[in-house]
Nanobody, 127 residues
Framework: QVQLVESGGGLVQAGGSLRLSCAAS????????VGWFRQAPGKEREFVAA????????NYSDSVKGRFTISRDNDKNTMYLQMDSLKPDDSAIYYC????????????????????WGQGTQVTVSS
């Protein structure tokens, strides 16, 4: 089982940027589908971005496409989420997640299919 630890959250003004990190231990990221989710107060956990395992491509939610960039450093077993042009609606707890399954574009957004989660990191965007 892989263990995940997020870092990099904080308070930023609208239009600003943050970079989140997700460090994995226990097993290599290459054995998992990995991605980012977020959850705002009173709302369900929602998909943000992910790597499609084995395919090398990425998948983004429409709400962050063009503003957020997911990347990874396999040598460091670390995944990143670069968040630019942040909006108040981006405020949430951000989680990295891993699934042992090969998830396609229709299933990669489903949080229930991920079985490893970090503790989350708070992102707050002020207007």
């Amino acid at each position: 089982q892989v263990q995940l630890v997020e870092s990099g959250g904080g308070l930023v003004q609208a239009g600003g940027s943050l970079r989140l990190s997700c460090a994995a231990s226990g097993r290599s990221f290459s054995s998992y589908t990995v991605g980012w989710f977020r959850q705002a107060p009173g709302k369900e956990r929602e998909f943000v971005a992910a790597f499609v395992r084995g395919a090398g491509n990425t998948n983004y939610s429409d709400s962050v496409k063009g503003r957020f960039t997911i990347s990874r450093d396999n040598d460091k077993n670390t995944m990143y989420l670069q968040m630019d042009s942040l909006k108040p609606d981006d405020s949430a707890i951000y989680y990295c997640a891993a699934s042992p399954a090969f998830l396609g574009t229709s299933t990669i957004t489903r949080a229930i299919l991920y079985n490893a989660w970090g503790q989350g990191t708070q992102v707050t965007v002020s207007s």
